[in-house]
Structures are given as structure tokens and as C-alpha cells.
């Protein structure tokens, strides 16, 4: 059975939210920071090492994704309008992309260090995959995806 989302924080803001230009140096102010939580291979994160908790998605349980392929993964989310309407401060919570392997990767920042976000692939069985991909096709046709 698919698990019911029911964040309130985990909402997509509307196309229209952010201007073009809020969107673009969003985007240049957000940074990946890595996270050894969800990770059992440090690759090229810079990670002196890593500790996967049982309870977080790994990212590289599929595959290694890349720092650079990740920082892209990031800016694209952001540039499309795929990001939560939910804040903190000038971020957004939550901002959501589909990967070049087409998974569906979520990326969060936390109120301690507000800007810098970790990413791990949604789970198979959170049906909110399914609507970050028909809006992803909606406001990132040009992705191919």
C-alpha cells in the first residue's frame, strides 16, 4: 500500500509564486550540502565518512549521484518551481527534480543551517512521486523527462 503524504510543509508552491528572477538568485544562493545520513558511499562529497541511518533513503542505494550532478539537480528544481510553499526564512523547505535516471529526488534545509540542502530519491511507495512527476512535466518540459 502507498503511503498517504500528508505534510502540510510538503505542498508545491504554484507556478507563479517566485518571479523568474527571485527564482534565479534562489538558485544561486542554495547550495547542496551532503549529508553521510543517507549515503553509504562518501564518493565525491568530500565526506570524511558516512553513517546511513535506518530510517533515511539513501541516495546512492540505486546509484553513486555525483556532488556536481546533484548541485545541477538543485539549481534546475529551483529554476522550474519545483520547491514547497512552505519557507524558512528566504528558502524554501522542500524542493523536489527528477534525475537524469528518472527517480524522483527530494532535497530538504533545516532551520540550522537555512539554504543548504541535503537530497535523497522518494521512496517507491510515496504516492507523492507520482505528482512531482506531472508537474515536473508541466513547468520542465524541456528536461525530456
Request: aromatic share 12%; hydrophobic share 30%.
Amino acid at each position: 500500500m502507498k503511503r498517504a503524504g500528508n505534510n502540510p510543509k510538503r505542498r508545491i508552491a504554484p507556478a507563479a509564486y517566485l518571479t523568474e528572477a527571485r527564482r534565479t538568485e534562489l538558485a544561486a544562493r542554495a547550495h547542496y550540502a551532503p549529508s553521510g545520513h543517507h549515503k553509504r558511499y562518501p564518493a565525491d562529497y568530500r565526506l570524511d565518512r558516512t553513517s546511513p541511518r535506518p530510517t533515511k533513503s539513501l541516495c546512492d542505494l540505486k546509484r553513486i549521484v555525483l556532488f556536481e550532478e546533484s548541485k545541477s539537480m538543485l539549481r534546475k528544481a529551483i529554476l522550474c518551481g519545483m520547491f514547497s510553499d512552505y519557507f524558512l526564512g528566504e528558502y524554501p523547505k522542500y524542493v523536489w527534480c527528477i534525475g537524469e535516471d528518472g527517480e524522483v529526488y527530494e532535497a530538504k534545509t533545516e532551520a540550522t543551517s537555512p539554504g543548504g540542502y541535503h537530497g535523497y530519491p522518494l521512496e517507491e511507495d510515496d504516492d507523492f512521486r507520482d505528482l512531482i512527476k506531472r508537474i515536473w512535466k508541466e513547468r520542465c518540459p524541456q528536461t525530456g523527462q
